[in-house]
């Protein structure tokens, strides 16, 4: 078998194909990215509309750089590559009432939490009563939140293979509390209390608490990947916008190059794709080059489930928080729907014009696709019907209203997003998180995989970050590369962190659910 030059070819730019293909290349490694879009950045990308830059996915707030993106540019020495902005906006829950025949929905039950999620304590009575929680169930709340933020590493294993609202009943025994508690858990992870992974909520849930506020890209979500593939290329690699890969060339279980759309072959030994585990596993590859439970296993994954998106550019700013989540009313018979919304005008106002708001909202769905098991999948409409509980004014203060699933947006200048068909990735619930996810390697020698589709931890832009780097380390140690020793930390870091183990192994302890 003639050998294959050592070049990587890696399949899609989000965000975890950027990081992958910026951190390769800052390896020395000869390496191809290759979009088959004509725009940059999958579904991190941006488009322009009427005078507003317009992320073309939801996006949760991260940690800036303080999180996995900060920490990609840390290991290529451009930690301050990318500008992350704060808002002293607060963040709200919505509880929203019914919309009807269209209308705007009268005003529901709200919570406002504090910019600093370290004060989220005083929200607490507030949230109890708007999730209509007895006093004793208030105070288990309470307790189930202390202990979340305070469990160790051994504990959120524990709870990987339990669903959000299964972890709630241990607090609160009625189904109804535990429902509306676990609902609210699975927020970060975009999946309803019923099917997210406790575990990986709760990894989510504790990572917020301790980082105090959330921040959001300088110029949108689209800035991440921009860098990072700017990045790539001032190490060398290739960046290529409008090239489709057709199919990975494999012989004998070993990678040899990819085949692109025009029928140009580019021999390559590393070729990592974030198009997800099974359309790269059934579509890029091909089921015969692997083990028959490797095949098994990717067809009985979970994807993602596909999310109604808006985009809603309003011609004046309605919206008093950094993000909104929460229940909209339903009404006319619909089915009441769990929504997310960000406001990233409120952390950059430089994305629209002065004095406009830019919001962009989700559906919360399940693996149908509605917002419970079974239901159909949610429509932009309904999702709008959803928002106007939750923002009052909203349409009728709307310039445009632009839906991912194609929807003419109630007629209001509406269209498809571009480019805004989500990133394939694995849904977060039990038996695919923590050490059931997929991993980053696979059984044919120089496939990988990164994205949302494998490795990683976390949600949004955070868990494709981590999944790439997870990649990369994969990828220099099967290439003998030697990683080197993390710096040792100082003696003061050391203390600090023992000490806060400590106080979080007695709280996690104290505050452990009873029987």
Same mark, same amino acid.
């Given at each position: ?218 110029? *949108? ?61 059934? *579509? ?12 098994a296993r990717a067809r009985a994954l979970t994807p993602q489930p596909r999310q109604a998106q808006v985009k809603i550019g309003l011609r004046k700013r309605l919206v008093a928080a950094g993000a909104l989540a929460g229940i909209g009313g339903g009404g006319d018979g619909a089915p009441a729907l769990p929504f997310y919304c960000l406001a990233p005008t409120r952390f950059d ?35 709008l019907r959803a928002l106007v509980g939750a923002v009052p004014g909203l349409l009728s203060a709307a310039l445009f209203v632009d839906g991912v699933d194609g929807s003419p947006g109630n007629g209001r200048g509406g269209a498809c997003v571009p480019g805004g068909e989500l990133a394939a990735g694995t849904a977060q619930t039990p038996g695919q998180v923590g050490r059931a ?13 990164? *994205? ?31 990683? *080197? ?31």
């Amino acid at each position: 078998m003639d050998e294959v030059p050592l070049r990587a070819v890696v399949i899609g730019s989000g965000v975890g194909g950027a990081a992958a293909a910026l951190l390769l290349a800052h390896a020395g490694i000869p390496t191809l990215l290759a979009e088959k879009e004509r725009r940059l950045g999958g579904s991190a990308a941006a488009y322009e509309r009427d005078s507003f830059r317009v992320d073309t996915g939801t996006h949760m707030l991260c940690r800036g750089e303080e999180g996995p993106v900060g920490d990609v540019l840390r290991r290529v020495g451009q930690g301050d590559a990318i500008a992350f902005r704060q808002s002293s906006e607060p963040a709200a829950l919505c509880f929203a009432g019914p919309a009807r025949g269209g209308r705007e929905a009268e005003r529901g039950g709200r919570v406002v939490f504090p910019a600093d999620h370290r004060q989220l304590a005083a929200s607490a009575l507030d949230l109890a009563r708007a999730l209509e929680l007895t006093p004793l169930e208030a105070a288990r709340a309470a307790r189930l939140l202390a202990h979340a933020t305070a469990m160790r590493d051994v504990d959120l294993a524990a709870c990987d293979d339990v669903t959000a609202e299964a972890y709630a009943a241990r607090f609160l025994p009625r189904a109804a509390a535990a429902a509306r508690l676990g609902g609210l858990l699975g927020l970060p992870l975009l999946l309803p209390g019923s099917e997210a992974s406790a575990g990986e909520a709760l990894f989510s849930l504790r990572r917020l608490a301790r980082s105090g506020r959330q921040s959001y890209p300088e110029g *949108g979500a689209a800035r991440v990947p921009d860098v990072f593939c700017r990045l790539a290329r001032e190490h060398g690699a290739a960046v290529l916008a409008g090239t489709t890969v057709r199919r990975v060339l494999v012989q004998a279980r070993r990678v040899r190059g990819v085949e692109l759309e025009d029928g140009t072959t580019l021999s390559a030994r590393v070729v990592v794709s974030t198009a997800g585990l099974l359309p790269t596993v059934a *579509g890029l590859v091909g089921e015969p080059h692997f083990p028959e439970a490797y095949v098994a296993r990717a067809r009985a994954l979970t994807p993602q489930p596909r999310q109604a998106q808006v985009k809603i550019g309003l011609r004046k700013r309605l919206v008093a928080a950094g993000a909104l989540a929460g229940i909209g009313g339903g009404g006319d018979g619909a089915p009441a729907l769990p929504f997310y919304c960000l406001a990233p005008t409120r952390f950059d106002p430089s994305l629209a014009p002065p004095g406009h708001e830019l919001l962009c909202a989700c559906a919360v769905s399940g693996a149908s696709g509605g917002a419970s098991p079974g239901a159909p999948a949610a429509t932009t409409d309904e999702l709008l019907r959803a928002l106007v509980g939750a923002v009052p004014g909203l349409l009728s203060a709307a310039l445009f209203v632009d839906g991912v699933d194609g929807s003419p947006g109630n007629g209001r200048g509406g269209a498809c997003v571009p480019g805004g068909e989500l990133a394939a990735g694995t849904a977060q619930t039990p038996g695919q998180v923590g050490r059931a996810r997929p991993a980053v390697h696979t059984p044919v020698r120089g496939l990988y995989l990164a *994205g949302g589709a494998a490795g990683g931890r976390g949600a949004g832009m955070e868990l494709a970050a981590s999944s790439a780097m997870e990649c990369v380390d994969r990828i220099l140690v099967d290439l003998g590369r030697d990683l *080197g020793a993390p710096a040792p930390p100082a003696l003061s870091d050391i203390a600090g962190d023992l000490l806060g183990r400590a106080a979080a192994s007695a709280v996690s302890w104290v505050t452990r659910p009873r029987g």
